[in-house]
């Protein structure tokens, strides 16, 4: 509805075309059913598909939004649902339709997984459908072959790509389905496809999977960015990415929600919307809630595949509604003379480096800060699209240094600015890889203390910065990145329940927020808690010389 507000508006980046989206609907709808017998309501058998509410929803979306010059708002799409909702059906009917009517010439259309067996899965449903439909081999010129569906008119072929075939020569991809991306183990596979795509002018890069167990592949950090996404953290930053997720909902903490009973057969139709039409999906999803609940190697397959959640889930440590709140200006020329305090977080080279600083005025605590990428992360960032790196550069939120890695001489002379423009206390930073350039900040005089990596200093700095976010007397100027690395971070707590940024767990960059706990936490250490400037100066110059 936001959307479509922003779509009437004047000067607006993209537009609603109700033709465009009935067109893509009804497309569909002529396509016929190649996996199982349905029904219509009156009883009588239904030869084609007839599009579920929740994929009208999505069709409509991801066909109706257009920008100026005609072609889609959206070339990401992400649709995750439990399992057995027609998804793959649903992706093999979108990517049939855009071979057929998005006029690429020479469109590459690629059905994408990690095996043969699975890749083949949306590109046999698709085949199938063109083979018994002769109306769309006669209007659009389409041929089905054993390993490829083709048109002539437009040299676009339809094929299926394993991890093994994507790195053969000539991809040159321009709309792929990746059925199940939260099988994929590891990100090789999106990346080889990512690099290989040229300059096509209606790319889409189309994501339908349910939930699945963890490993170090890319689902994690996709599944992270649409719910931020989908929680307005980005504002409209990401106008290319469409997200619809169905899933039981868990508790959120924010708004007082209670996590829904997995076994509640209410709440099924969350994560399951075709429910309410297929009586056989409610008659499954029964039958395994039985033994889901007397067999509890049996519960978590259950949670993930019914429920569409993830087997465990890491909950951010920030409350963001809350954290929104605290948008209030940071006015640097009225702190240059202010007593402030630095955290320096240089334990990324290859993408998120930070130096924040903290100011405490009249109750309240400001913080500004500046954020370095290597170039190498920003067109990483760009290609996945999952992070809006470059749009961030290009409004100056972060600086990009030439390279594979940060430059650290740029972030040196940035420290030494900050101490010649602020009235800088103290500035806090982890040895890794830093051990030369403080050593050449303290013989410059800046006053560099060592921050210890745990939560025996960590946790009074997450309380002080919970108290502060909490009551409104924080003040960060509503800055984006330092928003995204907010949402990002995961604690986790020792026996004794101190509290420490986990960045394991946390599913993308928190580098901003360390910094800026490091920056608080030199600001509450005295001298005997040893964050004591003489000491660490010494023993800086200790180790340099």
């Known amino acids: 509805m936001d959307d479509l507000a922003r779509a009437k508006k004047k000067g607006a980046p993209f537009w609603f075309s109700r033709e465009h989206a009935n067109h893509a609907c009804g497309w569909i709808e002529l396509l016929p059913h190649v996996e199982g017998k349905w029904k219509n309501p009156d009883g009588t058998d239904q030869p084609t598909i007839r599009l579920h509410p929740s994929h009208v929803w999505f069709v409509v979306q991801l066909f109706g939004f257009r920008k100026a010059d005609g072609t889609r708002r959206f070339t990401s799409a992400l649709f995750a649902v439990a399992r057995k909702n027609a998804k793959s059906t649903l992706a093999a009917a979108i990517l049939l339709y855009c071979q057929c009517c998005e006029d690429e010439e ?63 020569d000539g991809l040159n991809p321009s709309h792929v389905g990746l059925d199940e991306i939260h ?47 989908l929680e307005g953290l980005f504002g409209n930053e990401a106008d290319h990415f469409l997200a619809v997720f169905y899933a039981m909902d868990d508790e959120d903490k924010e708004t007082g929600r209670k996590a829904d009973d997995t076994f509640d057969e209410s709440k099924w139709i969350k994560a399951n919307p075709l429910i309410d039409v297929n009586p056989h999906l409610l008659a499954a999803i029964r039958k395994e809630a039985v033994e889901a609940k007397r067999m509890p190697s049996k519960q978590a397959e259950f949670e993930i595949k019914r429920a569409n959640r993830p087997a465990a889930s890491a909950n951010s440590w920030i409350l963001l509604r809350k954290w929104k709140t605290c948008d209030g200006a940071v006015d640097l020329a009225a702190l240059r003379d202010v007593p402030c305090w630095g955290g320096l977080d240089l334990a990324s080279t290859r993408d998120l480096t930070s130096l924040r ?31 809006p790196y470059a749009g961030w550069v290009a409004s100056g939120l972060l600086e990009q240094t030439e390279g594979e890695v940060t430059d650290y001489a740029v972030i040196e002379q940035a420290v030494l600015e900050v101490k010649k423009r602020f009235n800088l206390q103290a500035m806090a930073f982890d040895r890794w890889n830093a051990t030369e350039m403080v050593s050449r900040l303290v013989v410059a005089e800046v006053p560099m203390v060592e921050f210890i990596q745990g939560t025996k200093s960590y946790h009074p700095a997450m309380q002080e910065l919970e108290r502060a976010y909490i009551g409104g007397q924080l003040a960060h100027a509503g800055d984006p990145v330092l928003g995204w690395c907010a949402a990002n971070l995961v604690a986790r707590q020792d026996q004794n329940l101190n509290m420490a940024p986990d960045k394991k767990r946390s599913a993308d960059k928190i580098d901003d927020m360390t910094a800026l706990l490091m920056a608080i936490g030199i600001s509450l250490a005295p001298a005997e808690d040893g964050f004591d400037f003489d000491s660490a100066v010494d023993v800086v110059k200790l180790r340099h010389h």
């Open 357 to 387: 600083l903290v100011w405490k005025v009249d109750g309240m605590l400001l913080t500004w800060g500046r954020r370095w990428v290597p170039s190498s992360a920003v067109e990483q960032r760009t290609e996945r699209g999952t992070v």
């Open 183 to 229: 099988a994929h183990k590891s990100p090789d596979l999106l990346n080889v496809l990512q690099s290989a795509a040229g300059a096509r002018s209606n790319p889409l890069w189309l994501f339908t999977t349910t939930e699945g167990y963890a490993n170090p592949g890319p689902w994690a950090e996709l599944r992270q960015f649409a719910k931020q996404l």
């Open 106 to 168: 020479g469109a590459q259309v690629i059905s994408a997984a990690t095996t043969g067996s699975q890749a083949r899965i949306i590109f046999n449903v698709a085949k199938r459908m063109a083979e018994k439909t002769h109306a769309l081999r006669e209007a659009y010129g389409v041929e089905c072959w054993a390993n490829a569906i083709s048109r002539v008119e437009t040299g676009a072929t339809f094929k299926p790509i394993n991890a093994k075939a994507s790195t053969q």
